[in-house]
Nanobody, 116 residues
Framework: VQLQASGGGLVQAGGSLRLSCAAS????????MNWYRQAPGKQRELVAT???????NYADSVKGRFTISRDNAKNTVYLQMNSLKFEDTAVYYC???????????WGQGTLVTVSS
């Protein structure tokens, strides 16, 4: 399984970034896809989830600003991040998950830095 995240970078507060995560080695369409993030000195936290059927969930801290989407034809999940805040600064990780049988895989992370 390989999850290749990209799209991170440096952006000013109020700006936007779009993260991508390309998956291989899994049946992408049946996996739950997640974006997590880990800020310096903090625990990794779940940011957004998209189920195989397309339903989504978001952390309260990003609701209304971030949008997760998936393209099953391209085996890719996206995270559109708008109105970025300094506190969104973190390494963002792509995660794929299947419940039965259990499968759980992580990408390498992509750094998002928001300057205030």
């Amino acid at each position: 399984v390989q999850l290749q995240a990209s799209g991170g970078g440096l952006v000013q507060a109020g700006g936007s970034l779009r993260l991508s995560c390309a998956a291989s080695g899994i049946i992408f369409s049946i996996h739950i896809m997640n974006w997590y993030r880990q800020a310096p000195g903090k625990q990794r936290e779940l940011v957004a989830t998209i189920a195989s059927g397309g339903s989504t969930n978001y952390a309260d801290s990003v609701k209304g600003r971030f949008t997760i989407s998936r393209d099953n034809a391209k085996n890719t999940v996206y995270l559109q991040m708008n109105s970025l805040k300094f506190e969104d600064t973190a390494v963002y990780y792509c995660n794929s998950r299947r419940l039965v049988p259990w499968e759980n895989s992580w990408g390498q992370g992509t750094l998002v830095t928001v300057s205030s």
